[in-house]
């Protein structure tokens, strides 16, 4: 007996599968090679470092090395001293580039050279002027004193402490220029307002500048410190982690365990460095989510 179903009965048939647009595939091709190389150059080295760096035992040695120690207390210095003074001064620079002076803006082209050229020669060139025996530096203080200047790099804190001055120097003229533009961008009417009621300069940064500048402030000095921590230029190419290892930081401390054939031990301390990163991004999109 054969079953006939009606049209109000009949079985719908599934959706039809829904197509790309000619948008969607070239966009899924132009983005393709950027996965690739995100990929190959970046997840699969972070994954294999972390897989390399997961034996409990490196930590362990890591721990028993006074190096590492060393270093860790040197990339806190670095962070504490450096962030602060770069940022205090490019603050009150910012102040004064903000003036609208012919002579400031030319200077102001001349100051922003160091964060402008390439960090390999600057850098290098800054090494061949502390080299104690025919170091421009060195000359300089002979020809003034008659006395032989000091071996600068050859001190692990004088070391350490030209390392911070480099970095401080470097990267001094773009936070400068972040902090300028916060400040041209707070409303003249309230300065003129203040200068009529007879505000000083420290009251009108005070009342003003400060608290408009507070938050842009405080997230590049977050930003900074990331930057910071991964700064490997300053020290490595002014030092090179000596005198005797000992003006290593954490970003150049990989290279020493790299150079002992210790491969997994050089990843662990790069990993070591993650719980100082992470607090950092955590209040730095926080600032910057509200």
Known sequence: MAITLSDDHAIPSPPLAPRLTTAQVWGIVLIAPYLLVFLAFVVYPVCYGLWLARAPSNYVALYNDPIFARAAVNTLIFLVIGINIKMLIALFL??????????????????????????????????????????????????????????????????????????????????????????????????????????????????????????????CSLLSMIWTLGDFNSVYLLTGGGPADLTHVLSTLGIRYLRLDQLSLAMASIVCAIPFVLPLMYFMMKRLSR
């Open 94 to 219: 910012s102040g004064f580039f903000a003036q609208q002076r012919t002579w400031i803006r030319w200077l102001s082209v001349i100051f922003i050279l160091p964060w402008a050229v390439p960090s390999i020669p600057t850098i290098l060139s800054v090494r061949f002027m502390l080299n104690p025996e025919w170091g421009m530096v060195n000359h300089l203080i002979f020809n003034l004193t008659g006395d032989d200047g000091p071996n600068w790099l050859n001190d692990p804190t004088v070391a350490l402490t030209m390392a911070i001055g480099v970095h401080i120097w470097k990267s001094l003229p773009f936070w400068t220029l972040i902090l300028m533009t916060g400040r041209l961008a707070i409303a003249q009417d309230l300065f003129e307002a203040a200068e009529v009621d007879g505000a000083s300069w420290w009251q009108k940064f005070r009342y003003i500048t400060w608290p408009s500048l507070q938050t842009l402030y405080i997230t």
